[in-house]
């Protein structure tokens, strides 16, 4: 605890600093006094040593504080740069356990030596994160399979790590009363003890990957359950780039709009279908890759240690505010807002599910494309509005934090792809909630009757999206001739 009050220290030495560019960006200083370009870099220099050191103190501390430096340094539409760049290093990066420590864990889980369970395995990992890290092996069959195992001190040290953490957070409470973040340590010590059970993982796979089968572009490693414990997982042996790097896609020929779509598909299926969410998709958890058989690009989707199941009565609120949001119904974006505990600041709630201003909720968020501005607008508002995000995320039901927290990491992910808001995906969502609201209306009544009127509405509806997509396409291939042609008029060919 010593160590941590010190690194608790160059923590808060780091606020500080950032709290400097708070005040420049509220217009207590004026730039006029320094010149733009000077104050512009001075922020930058600052962001960057803020982000260095919060950095070193997630590694310092591992455990937690790198899962909380992966969710920051996935936020790049909220965070400036420097952190995001810095901090994305704690994706697959994280500090590692000896080979000491690994050998350790095998044998006091498996009950053998490394040498006596595989023919060969990777001193070096393939990757380290906040929990565990994936070594390479392949084992006698000649079988090539991925082991993680968990770091071994992490599971004493997470408890400290709560206990650290509620102290910070009752410190800030007495400082700032208007902050409300003691909802974070109730959610760290509730998923915690869930993403340490490698068991609880191997069953989340085997679960999503049965719900999800009818996606051929999905891949979720299989399980070795003879050689699993909670601590130590065998998995199938998968090979892919992360989903953010776009020169892998480019090198291997991926097309990154329909890997967008893919992911859209995929969490839309889980969110509004199942109820049954993957809440970690950060770059590292999610990869990209050929199919070696049948060269069609699939997403391979790894660590099933952290999923939020949703009560039914909140996926079908949730289902009918999506719907409101994408086909600007106001009133019961309202609705639907204050049902999910937003009360009065659905507003706010409304832009933080969507990252989208007001304005664009109001004008149709599947109408209205994202600009630089809008995008300015909302990272300067997070820092305004923060003591009513406090309040709104302490009083919003718990499955909602998890979802906000997988919007933010899906978004991060449109955004280095350059597929953000596009319309096909607001377009699957809406499918997806028309499928799930239709199938609780036909499961909840007896007539066949009011059951087929169902399934024709339903079938209308779907009916009605794919013609609006058509029309989009339509649009956009109509757009691409009239370019083509402008082009060849100011630029004719000489023959």
Not at 23 to 39: E, H, Q
């Amino acid at each position: 605890m010593a160590r941590k009050a010190l690194k608790f220290a160059s923590w808060t030495s780091m606020a500080l600093g950032a709290s400097g560019v708070y005040l420049y960006s509220n217009k207590y200083l004026d730039p006029s006094d320094f010149g733009a370009v000077r104050v512009g870099r001075a922020v930058a220099t600052v962001h960057l040593r803020s982000a260095r050191r919060l950095c070193e103190l997630c590694c310092a501390n591992r455990g937690t504080f790198i899962k909380v430096g992966q969710h920051l340094g996935a936020l790049d539409h909220v965070l400036p740069v420097e952190y995001t760049s810095t901090l994305k290093v704690l994706h697959s990066q994280a500090p590692q356990s000896s080979m000491e420590e690994v050998r350790q864990v095998i044998r006091e889980d498996l009950g053998k030596e490394i040498h006596d369970l595989f023919l060969s395995f990777d001193d070096t990992p393939l990757g380290a994160a906040s929990l565990a890290q994936v070594h390479k092996a392949v084992l006698h069959d000649g079988q090539t399979v991925a082991v993680k195992i968990q770091h071994p001190k992490v599971q004493a040290q997470s408890s400290k790590d709560i206990l650290l953490m509620e102290v910070l957070v009752l410190a800030v409470k007495q400082l700032f009363p208007e902050f409300e973040f003691m909802w974070l340590v109730d959610e760290a010590k509730k998923n915690l003890p869930l993403e340490l059970d490698f068991l609880n993982e191997g069953r989340n796979a085997e679960k999503v990957a049965q719900m999800l089968k009818h996606f051929d572009f999905l891949k979720v490693p299989r399980i070795y359950w003879e050689l699993s414990t909670k601590r130590v997982l065998l998995m199938e042996f998968v090979e892919g780039g992360q989903v953010n790097d776009r020169d892998y896609m480019e090198r291997n020929k991926i097309d990154v709009n329909q890997i967008s779509r893919h992911l859209g598909k995929m969490y839309s299926e889980m969110i509004f279908v199942n109820g049954f969410v993957h809440c970690d998709p950060h770059p590292g958890n999610v990869l990209v890759r050929k199919h070696p058989v049948t060269g069609k690009a699939e997403i391979v989707l790894l660590d099933h240690g952290l999923y939020q199941v949703l009560t039914e009565e909140f996926r079908l609120d949730y289902c009918h505010l999506w719907q409101s949001l994408i086909w600007t119904d106001m009133q019961k974006v309202k609705m639907y807002s204050q049902r999910l505990g937003a009360a009065d600041l659905y507003p706010l709630f409304a832009c933080m599910l969507t990252a989208r201003s007001w304005n664009s909720v109001n004008r149709g968020i599947s109408q209205i494309p994202v600009t630089a501005t809008e995008d300015s607008e909302i990272r300067s508002n997070a820092a305004t509005y923060l003591p009513q995000i406090s309040q709104l995320l302490s009083h919003v039901p718990r499955q909602m934090l998890l979802i906000f927290k997988t919007n933010d990491l899906l978004r991060s992910i449109e955004v280095t792809l350059g597929t953000r808001a596009s319309a096909s995906s607001f377009l699957s969502m809406s499918r997806c909630c028309i499928r799930a609201l239709a199938e609780h209306k036909k499961k909840n009544t007896h007539s066949f009757l009011r059951r087929t009127q169902i399934s024709v509405s339903e079938a209308f509806n779907l009916w009605q999206i794919n013609l609006h997509e058509l029309m989009l396409r339509v649009k956009g291939l109509r757009l691409a001739s009239w370019v083509s042609t402008l082009i060849c008029w100011l630029m004719p060919v000489s023959h």
